[in-house]
C-alpha cells in the first residue's frame, strides 16, 4: 500500500469514526465545552476498540464497537464533573470501555461447545492442582485435557475472550498489576474498599505467575505493548505470543478465581 492511499484509508476511518460521533451528539445533546472535549479524545475510541478487537478476535463487529464507544466518549463528556480527582482521559477511557464491553456482552457470540470447553478446561486445571499441588504447564494441562498442545492453544485462544471480560469487569486502577483494572472517579467508600481489596487479589495472583506469564501480561496491559511488539521482545512469532498470553490469562484468571 503506498503512503498516498494508507493516508487516504485513514483519513476515511476517521471520518467515519467522526460520523458515529455526530450522531451520538444529535442523540445526547451536546455544548461547546463537551464538543471540545469530544474532538479532543476521539482517537481514544479507536484505540480502546482496538485493543479490545485484537483480544476477542475475527468475530467481534468493530463496526458496532466503534459505535457503542462514540457513544460511551460523547456521555463521558456530558457526564464528566471537573471536580472529581480523576482527569477526562481516566474518566473517558472507563466509559468507553465499559461501552464497548457492554455492547460484546449483549453480543453473547461465544457458542455454547466453547463454554464447555471452559468448562472442561477449568476443571482439569484445578484437578491436576489439587493432585500435585502445583499449577500445570502448559503441556502437563493439555495431556490432563487429552488433547494436543496446539489444540489446547486454540482452546485457550477462545477461552481468552471470556477471561478477557470477566477481568476486565473488575474496577481498580492504583499499582501496576491495576492496570487490567481501571478506577471509577465516581465509586463510593465501598467500593473503595472493595477496590482495594480486588487489588491485593490481583497483586498476589500475578506473583504466582511463571516469570514469562507475568511479564507477558505486564507488557500488554501496562505497558501497552502490541502482540507484535511483545513478539519481538520474546523473539518468537506474534501467533506464538497470543498463544502464551491467552494461556497467562487463563492461569491469572484461575489464581483469581482461588482468592475469591
Do not use: C, W
Given at each position: 500500500m503506498t503512503?498516498?492511499?494508507?493516508?487516504?484509508?485513514?483519513?476515511?476511518a476517521a471520518a467515519?469514526?467522526?460520523?458515529?460521533?455526530?450522531q451520538a451528539y444529535a442523540e445526547n445533546g451536546r455544548d461547546l465545552r463537551e464538543e471540545k472535549l469530544i474532538l479532543?479524545?476521539?482517537p481514544l475510541v479507536r484505540h480502546v476498540v482496538q485493543k479490545i478487537a485484537a483480544q476477542v478476535g475475527p468475530k467481534a463487529d468493530v463496526d458496532n464497537l466503534m459505535s457503542a464507544g462514540a457513544l460511551g466518549l460523547v456521555k463521558a463528556a456530558?457526564?464528566?464533573d471537573a471536580s472529581h480527582d480523576a482527569e477526562f482521559k481516566t474518566y473517558a477511557y472507563i466509559r468507553i470501555r465499559g461501552a464497548v464491553l457492554d455492547e460484546l456482552r449483549g453480543e453473547s457470540f461465544v457458542p455454547s461447545s466453547i463454554h464447555k470447553q471452559?468448562?472442561?478446561?477449568?476443571?482439569?486445571?484445578?484437578?491436576?492442582?489439587?493432585?500435585?499441588?502445583?499449577?500445570?504447564s502448559d503441556e502437563e494441562l493439555a495431556e490432563e485435557l487429552g488433547l494436543g498442545v496446539t489444540q489446547m492453544y486454540h482452546t485457550l485462544e477462545e477461552a481468552r475472550k471470556q477471561q478477557?471480560?470477566?477481568?476486565?469487569?473488575?474496577?481498580?486502577?492504583?499499582?501496576?498489576?491495576?492496570?487490567?483494572?481501571?478506577?471509577?472517579?465516581?465509586?463510593?467508600?465501598?467500593?473503595?474498599?472493595?477496590?482495594?481489596?480486588?487489588?491485593?487479589r490481583l497483586a498476589a495472583a500475578l506473583k504466582e505467575l511463571p516469570a514469562r506469564d507475568?511479564?507477558?501480561?505486564?507488557?500488554?496491559?501496562?505497558?501497552?505493548?502490541?502482540?507484535?511488539?511483545?513478539?519481538?521482545?520474546?523473539?518468537?512469532t506474534e501467533s506464538r505470543v497470543s498463544q502464551l498470553h491467552a494461556s497467562a490469562l487463563f492461569k491469572l484468571s484461575m489464581k483469581l478465581r482461588s482468592r475469591t
Open positions: 503512503i498516498g492511499t494508507d493516508a487516504t484509508a485513514q483519513e476515511m467515519a469514526l467522526r460520523a458515529k460521533v455526530n479532543d479524545y476521539l456530558k457526564n464528566y471452559i468448562r472442561m478446561l477449568r476443571q482439569a486445571y484445578q484437578r491436576f492442582t489439587d493432585g500435585t499441588g502445583r499449577p500445570p478477557f471480560l470477566s477481568i476486565h469487569g473488575l474496577n481498580s486502577d492504583q499499582d501496576s498489576s491495576s492496570h487490567l483494572l481501571p478506577v471509577d472517579p465516581g465509586e463510593t467508600p465501598l467500593d473503595q474498599v472493595e477496590r482495594g481489596e480486588l487489588i491485593e507475568r511479564q507477558m501480561i505486564l507488557l500488554y496491559y501496562e505497558r501497552d505493548l502490541t502482540m507484535k511488539e511483545i513478539a519481538q521482545v520474546f523473539e518468537i
